[in-house]
């Protein structure tokens, strides 16, 4: 049989039942590994229920830090019999497969290509524990204990963790410890312990790891957090999954830090609406009205949202939208990543319209792009749109920790105040005095007789006065695209790689790839794959909408590009091919909408096969010849 | 627009406390069809602006869209305004509130926009009891849409076209009191005596306050078999007068014993219910559902102040908001600093 070697470099994979209590173990296995130094990067793969369908945690454990998904699973955890064929039948040759054997695997399950080792999960359980709930919930940590002996997950910091998890409830804490040292002791008696696939602190972790003191947190926490930090007063949602837990996490938040130290009261608001186009509505108020608003969604919400998205744009209201991707329409896949709102978002709404879009990649950039947001908006008078998705907003991602400059100031735009009103002449809410397509707002109540407007929809002279005159029209939203250029120079502006390991050009054509969000890791990774092979590809990140113009420089440096991206139609290809008048043969699309996060074998198989069929064009070059 | 409104007013109109005029609670000229309802609800909210000696500025008008929804160009041209979406004003005004709770709002919508599109936000803007004054400008059709029937509309009445309308009419005023609404009135564009006095009430009140006001539409409207005509809505009539004294102002009308029944808001203000036949019981929503439904039996529109709970909550007090305006906070008090955002990262590792 083959084995598989890696230390700190192999995927581990849960299967579980949903509702069991599978999670806060599973969180516990991972963060013991974040623990001990090692890059971890765990993922949720969860069904739209509450309890009894299939749920599986996904860890990838990396060396070099690479936290996208690779692709296969090297060891599986099996605890639901309900997926245990295709459970078994995704293990790598080689790999292991642990099972509850209070129960004998159906022999027609067996495969002689990897290891199964079973371990009386459920048995073990009934013996020590008094109760079915903890039975239950134990048999999670029980796996834990177990793993930690086959990988060598450090005890104490295992320990260490359920300490701080429970503080104050010796009771759990004993009964858990117990738990975990039950499975380390099975694992350790039954089976040869560590496996050759297991952790190892210390030399072959990047240094790029090394150098930072790293943190843990999902996204959606991060752009919760650069709400606060951002200034927003005003959060005004519907539920809907996978954005909730960014109000949620807002709330929690703005609970222990806006609350006003000399009254108790609050320095915030959240309204949970009676639907989407409710909480478009609100934040659209409260912005009109002076105050930083948001609101978080996900498709269908976004759909929802798109009639007052058209209001917002035309009337040049500020907005921060949050859109954390899902697969479109509930039901089926509701609870799974894409990347596939890029074109509703970028041309929201009726009438010629173009939405201003950041792409954050990290919790890192969801928060710093979250406080970018607001200015934007402000600055733009426009709405911005965080472009995130369900496996950057729900799962848990290390990240170089958040930093604030304290000296940074929240960037209103141009709002005139009382002052300011006077000090201008013939003020016109909509006139371009400054020639970059952004007029000079004025704020309800400011001053007893000037500054005064009407907001409204699609047309007005430059006075704001109700207008149904062509001209007036076609002067506005020129106007309105001259502002959209002029966001070119404020958006996050691209991060362009050269292709790892090599100076010199590879061959006929020069390569390269662009990508963005959470397609971005498993990109970085496919890339160095492929660059070992003696493709040579340069990467663009797209960070924005509108595109900065370093990225028509980019497409025009290079013969063949590649777009990585997760949804069926390319759609950030299209938007790149419109937008910058490029044809789409030179655009080739690198897809996966299967639901599950895209992985780099996947990237690199799909790059590969392209060029293989470009044939002499493109010659191998290897890093040694170069 | 090729009408200009003259500016030439008397040079010695009346001012208010704050020394305004009633002109300069004035807007644009108006664009509404001749003789429209709505131009005497415009009319009376100027009024009762003035009246009620509020700084124009410091008010803010949000409307959704429909004729009604034009209306706030026509008055308060001193103040911000919003012609925002079809049916979504109410989200709009609540979000506003939240910004900034020192301010006075005045919605205005229509049946269209109210009891159609805007159905569901209308509901839970009377749910949340956000702080202002909403006014429906009330014709029993869509007017821009030229005249077909709105969800307002009494079943059996006849449109423009000659059909009888098929449906039930939905009642906005007992909706809002059967939802729970803090205040609700209801008047009749031609009877400013009443409706003045509603709304200065009405912006008085803390908390929610609806209006639902039978304007009618002379071009689509307005004719024989219409039960939201001129002629009929007059013929029909069963109106409770009212009057509204305002905080630190004297009672100037004398009141017949037996006639008058006075209700104190919660800012000190006055509104005294006027009826020969008194007794009407505004604090009994119970009470105002069933005097609604009666009227209506008898083929009546009763106009009045319908139902008020003076000590009625807002939202922001709901929501326990800083008495400080959230749009007047600063980086000092909304940005929590780099030492915090380091004790989180600790919490992260």
Redesign the interface.
Known sequence: MKTLLGINDFVVKFANVNGTGSASANSLFAKAIF?MGIPVSPRNIFPSNIQGLPTWYEVRVSSQGYLGRRGGVDIMVCVNPQSMADDIASVEPGGYFIYDSTKPLAPQLQRDDIHFMGIPFTEMCMREFPTPRLQQLLKNVVYVGAMAALIEIDFSVLKGLLNTQFKGKEKLISSNVHALEMGFRYAREHFDCPLPVRLQQGDNIAPHIREF?????SGNTATA?GA??G?A??A?WYPITPSTSVVDAFSKYAER??I?PG?G???????Q???E?????????????????FTATSGPGLSLMS??LG?AYF?EVPVVLVDVQRSGPSTGMPTRSQQSDVLAAAYASHGDTKQVLLFPATPRECFDMTVDAFDLADRLQTPVIMMSDLDLGMNDWMSP??????SR??DRGKVLDADGLEQMENWGRYKDVDGDGICYR????????KG??????SSKSEMA???ERGEDYVQNVDRLLRKFETAKQYVPKPKVKNAPGLTKPASDLKLGAMFFGTSASPSYEAVEMLASEGYPIDTLRIRAFPFHRSLDDFIHAHDLIFVIEQNRDGQMRRLISNECEIPPGKLTAVLNYSGTPITARHIAAEIRETLNAAGGNVIPLHPETA | MSFIKPKFRHPRLPTNALGFTVADYDGAISTLCAGCGHDSISAAIRNACFKSALEPHRIAKVSGIGCSSKMPTYFLGRSHGFNSVHGRMPSVATGASLANRNLTYIGVSGDGDTASIGMGQFIHLIRRNVNMTYIVANNGCYGLTKGQDSATADLGSVSKGGAANPFDGIDLASLAVLQGASFVARSFSGDKDQLEPLIRAAMAHDGFAFIDVVSPCVTFNNHAGSTRSYGSTRDHLDAMPVDFVPVREEIRAEYAEGTSHAVTLHDGSVIHLLKADAGYAADDRTGALTAIRSAQQDRRILTGLLFLDPNSRDLNDTLELASRPLNELGKDELCPGSKMLDSINEGLR
Do not use: C
Not at chain 1, 265 to 271: C, R, T
Not at chain 1, 401 to 406: A, I, K, Q, S, Y
């Open positions: 623990r003191d790293h943190i843990l947190m957090l606060i930090y200034g007063t005003v005004a830090m806006r006003d009254t009261k609050k320095n915030f608001a959240v309204v609406a009676e639907d186009l409710a909480a478009m509505g609100m934040v659209i108020g409260a912005s009109w009205n002076g105050a930083r608003a009639e007052f209001l009337a920790p958040l930093e604030w400059d304290d100031q929240l004025t704020l309800p109540g400011t001053h007893p007789s005064a407007y009407f907001t409204r929809g006065v109700y207008s």
